[in-house]
């Protein structure tokens, strides 16, 4: 175990170095001068040359490349070129709620995914498992944007069930809550959908298998089959959706923030973006893809916690 | 066997629902099991074997349905009873294990804790954890897992698939059912392990007198285990008789075929027989008896009225043509299988040539060893697998040369490393006299084939079989002249033309196998490597399979490396035996003589394992080998066998023999094969 957690550790950092890389990069590879990019067509030269300065521009490129990777080794993410602020800071304030957001959207897409899908596989070819079938393909085929509109307008302008805009403050935690229901939900709607159609097929296919029919032949009881013997085996392949899931709900949160006027990382990359603000980029990206690939190693470790065989196949690999 | 029958099935009737067809699985089935006895059940795949098995339990899948009959057991009809009574019955009164002991644990659950699950379904609330432990403990220990109450936690992938098998007798041993069905229990085993697991299932009956149904299609492991049969066809009970009666005299003619369609030793020389045709869908079964149009014996009346069961001693007949009271008279016997009556055919008509066609020298192949600087450093404490170690072999022209061993012996490697389609680690090939490396691989390809072990998978899905036996010619641009016809090749292999059209997925087993070998001979290569060519098959597609490569072989004149783990065949179709043991040879020779003095003492075990169906042969001695083969990444020092001899001293435990004569071409690798064979004499 300890051994694969390293092989995947070394991983992660390849990738996160890789991932730094372009990021870094990315500043020239983008068409046009960042710096006229920032002040706009009318700035003069005086004016875009002290920013290129400022922006660490004016140096060879491996030297910001070093600054970058230096600064990054220390935490210090550079500083938002309009603001001031440095880049830390603002993703410090930004991910509480969008981890929140992200959180939220997960706990609601696992209740209520995982037990559609055992009351689907309960009766297969029964109205719930047709009402599902059907639902699941607009819930998986509408995006976030259309979902969080839709609710929006029903359960917030029409209904008034539900505050429309804004994160709200943590102080406040039942006004904070009632704020993310509405973007959580836009969130985990795909994963109601899918999630049922994933867990209803593995569900049938172990029930199918030799060990329950021999479980049965030793008289275990029904329930016991299903909720502890095939159940098991079942939501395995969905603990591997486990990564899947953090990033679809952190690349989702970019739209409902905006839509839901919410503050975060989602509402802080665009406006970096719109202000070609590169330090806040950078950050926000890396961000997010250091949260990917934990989400990921997290997913896998899980599983092996949960398969005993997958266990022991890694001991091969590995020599232990 | 006067006891009052535990269980009692009358008249069952079984249908399948499958896409509005109804298929006749079970028709007027009568079956009794009385305490204590082991009832034998046989029959081809599809004439409804594992579902009586399974409606012993009342487990059929969802979409059977039972449309008459009664299954009492201990005084309640199972057909009418509720889900919940059911339940109870399943387990503690009649158990079942399955065929693939792979299979039947749950893989993510601790063993321990799915037996104590076993446990907690059948006692009432509050039994005592404390107790159940301990009755674990036991039954484990008695099935001969050693270490029991530590593995206990541990998982099923921890465990090889017979002692997986050994778990599910655990199981059931715990709960103490008073009838174990056992579905196929040994059919994914080898014969080492087939045979612990049958010593274990009479031992089950010895200690605790639990009545056992042995459902099998090896009527070799029937013969030895049961007190009883039933043989099934077309989803009937065609007859019911002693083991012993049913063997020596069977009186229908299906079972007879069944029986004299198994190669064995004393059938070498003989064509086998076979049985034409097919079992009938159960979705259209003739009017009249369902074997009538595969039966030699059929008269005008078999194909229009279904016979009933004719009482004989043991128990019925379902034939029109058995008269019990000319039980001399009318024997089958009189009249042969047609089969039999071609040209007898002599392993010794044609001597193999002296020249030597295929001789590999010192031939190593290990996986897994570490290559390059890295691999090496992160390898240090791993060693690599040791699939074949050291064999030198040589095959000469015409030779059909039959290698035995476990799985797990590196039989099949070695049958891939000769064909060069994997690079040997070390050692040489010497093909047709010259050095494998100098032999371009196209050519060699030409003259060398493989006839595979899942002929299904083997034939690309999407070609019609026309395409696929012409294929060879199209990869080794063969002129049109020299190719031989679609029609030709199928002739050849005993098939009608219009398979030419079908895709593999239409063909049956055999049919298929048959297209196997039918590509493999469009080259007409000079060495064939057969991988257990008849795994798989019913019997009768079996011995139809060995008489095609028999005839094929005295007629062209071919080489073959049967690679298999069924002695049987061997026995049957091969001039010399090669016994594998972790990569080496441990004993080759001529098969008679083999067979006559084994002098490695695992081959003795190994031949004395192997099931014979033939009276005489039936209840020799066995020399059980125990444990299981150790893994080739570190096998044992010394003579690699001496971990499970029973011969095993000192020296073979530092000295590793090497291969010495014991006869006219017959050489063996164990330093006391002298001193064991004056023992045995």
């Not at chain 2, 006067?2 to 009358?10: E, F, G, H, V």
């Not at chain 2, 371009?440 to 006839?451: A, L, S």
């Not at chain 2, 444990?627 to 000192?650: D, L």
Request: aromatic share 6%; hydrophobic share 45%; with cysteine.
């Amino acid at each position: 175990m300890a051994g694969y957690l390293l092989k995947r550790l070394g991983g992660a950092v390849v990738v996160l170095f890789l991932t730094a890389l372009l990021l870094a990069a990315a500043v020239h590879l983008v068409p046009g001068d960042p710096a006229r990019a920032v002040l706009g067509a009318h700035a003069t030269p005086e004016l875009i040359a002290q920013i290129r300065i400022k922006m660490g521009l004016d140096k060879p490129v491996a030297m910001q490349l070093w600054d970058f990777f230096s600064g990054l080794l220390r935490g210090d993410l550079g500083t938002d070129f309009v603001g001031g602020v440095p880049v830390t800071t603002l993703i410090g304030e930004a991910l509480a709620d969008t981890l929140a957001l992200a959180l939220a959207s997960m706990i609601l897409a696992v209740a209520g995914g995982i037990p559609l899908g055992i009351a689907v596989a309960r009766r297969p070819g029964g109205v719930l498992d047709r009402l599902t079938h059907a639902l699941s393909m607009v819930f998986v085929s509408a995006p976030v944007y259309v979902t969080s509109l839709i609710l929006l307008l029903i359960f917030a302008v029409k209904l008034r069930y539900l505050p429309a805009m804004g994160a709200g403050q943590f102080s406040d935690p039942i006004n904070y809550i009632s704020r993310l229901i509405l973007p959580a939900t836009a969130l985990a709607l795909f994963w109601w959908g899918y999630l049922p159609r994933i867990l209803r097929a593995t569900m049938l296919d172990v029930l199918g298998t030799q060990y329950i029919r021999s479980a049965r032949a030793f008289g275990f009881r029904e329930n016991v089959i299903f909720y502890r013997y095939a159940l098991r085996n079942a939501v395995l392949p969905i603990v591997a959706l486990f990564g899947l899931m953090v990033g679809y709900s952190l690349t989702g949160t970019v739209f409902a923030e905006t839509i839901f006027g919410r503050s975060g990382l989602g509402t802080l990359a665009l406006s970096a973006i719109d202000q070609r603000n590169w330090p806040v980029i950078r950050g926000v990206v890396f961000t997010y893809a250091l949260f990917f690939i934990c989400a990921n190693i997290l997913a896998d470790l899980s599983y092996r916690v949960l398969d005993p065989r997958v266990r022991l196949s890694e001991e091969f690999e590995t020599g232990v | 066997m006067s006891d009052k029958p535990l269980l009692d099935i009358k008249g069952l009737d079984v249908s399948y629902h499958l896409d509005g067809d109804v298929y006749a699985a079970l028709r007027d089935i009568g079956l009794t099991v009385t305490p204590g006895e082991i009832v034998g059940v046989v029959g081809e795949s599809g004439c409804g074997k594992s579902t009586l098995s399974a409606s012993l339990l009342r487990l059929l899948p969802g979409n059977a349905e039972i449309d008459r009959g009664e299954a009492w057991l201990k005084g309640r009809d199972m057909l009418r009873l509720g889900e919940e009574e059911l339940r109870r019955l399943r387990g503690r009164d009649i158990a079942m294990i399955f065929q693939d002991p792979m299979q039947s644990l749950n893989p993510t659950f601790r063993i321990g804790s799915q037996m104590a699950e076993a446990w907690r379904s059948h006692q009432a609330r509050g039994a005592k954890f404390a107790d159940f432990h301990g009755e674990a403990v036991k039954a484990l220990t008695s099935v001969g897992i050693p270490d029991a109450a530590e593995r206990m936690a541990s998982y099923p992938h921890e465990f090889s698939g017979g002692m997986r098998q050994r778990i599910s007798i655990a199981t059931a041993l715990l709960l103490q059912p008073s009838i174990l069905v056992a579905d196929e229990p040994t059919s994914a085993l080898d014969v080492t392990l087939e045979a612990q697991i049958l010593e274990l299932l009479k031992q089950l009956r010895e200690d605790h007198g639990t009545a056992i149904v042995y459902v099998s299609h090896d009527l070799g492991t029937v013969a030895e285990l049961c007190d009883r049969v039933i043989v099934m066809y077309a989803g009937r009970v065609v007859e019911e008789n002693d083991a012993a009666a049913l063997f020596d005299n069977p009186s229908h003619p299906y079972t007879r075929a069944l029986i004299d369609c198994i190669p064995s030793r004393t059938r070498r020389g003989a064509a086998l027989a076979t049985i034409p045709g097919r079992v009938p869908s159960l979705s259209a079964l003739p009017p009249g008896c369902k074997f009538a149009e595969r039966c030699t014996m059929a008269r005008g009346i078999c194909s229009e009225e279904e016979p009933g069961l004719v009482p004989q001693a043991g128990g019925g007949v379902r034939c029109h043509m058995f008269d019990p009271a000319k039980a001399e008279a009318w024997r089958i016997g009189d009249q042969a299988p047609e089969s039999v009556a071609a040209p007898p055919f002599k392993v010794s008509v044609k001597e193999p040539e002296r020249e030597a066609l295929i001789e590999v020298r010192d031939l190593r192949k290990h996986f897994g060893e570490a290559t390059g600087f890295v691999g090496r450093l992160l390898s240090v404490a791993r060693p690599p697998v040791r699939a074949i170690d050291g064999i030198n072999l040589t095959i000469r022209r015409g030779e059909v040369v039959g290698l035995v061993g476990e799985s797990g012996s590196g039989k099949t490697t070695l049958g891939e490393v000769m064909l060069r389609l994997q690079a040997a680690t070390s050692g040489g090939i010497t093909f047709a006299g010259k050095d494998l490396r100098q032999i371009p691989e196209r050519d060699f390809r030409r003259r060398v084939q493989m006839i595979f072990q899942d002929p299904q998978a083997s034939l690309s899905p999407r070609q019609r079989v026309a395409a696929l036996l012409t294929e060879p010619y199209r990869i080794h641009g063969i002129a049109a002249e020299e190719q031989q016809s679609v029609d030709a090749l199928l002739a050849m292999v005993g098939l009608s033309a219009d398979l030419a059209a079908k895709f593999p997925h239409q063909l049956s087993g055999g049919q298929a196998r048959r297209v196997g070998i039918a590509r493999a001979l469009a080259l007409k290569p000079d060495f064939i490597v057969a991988d257990e060519p008849t795994a798989g098959l019913d019997v009768s597609a079996a011995s139809a399979i060995l008489n095609l490569m028999r005839d094929l072989q005295q007629e062209l004149g071919l080489t073959f490396l049967i690679i298999t783990h069924n002695i049987n065949l061997i026995a049957y179709m091969a001039h010399r035996i090669a016994v594998m043991y972790l990569g080496q040879i441990v004993e080759i020779g001529p098969t008679e003589a083999v067979f006559d003095r084994p002098a490695h003492p695992y081959s003795a075990s190994l031949l004395s394992l192997t099931s014979q169906i033939d009276a005489p042969e039936r209840k020799r001695g066995r020399l059980l080998v125990p444990g299981e083969i150790p893994s080739p990444r570190n096998p044992p020092a010394g003579c690699r066998f001496h971990t499970r001899c029973v011969h095993a001293s000192e020296r073979c435990r530092s000295e590793a023999p090497t291969l010495e004569t014991a006869g006219h071409g017959h050489e063996v690798a164990c330093h006391f094969w002298r001193h064991i064979d004056q023992e045995k004499s």
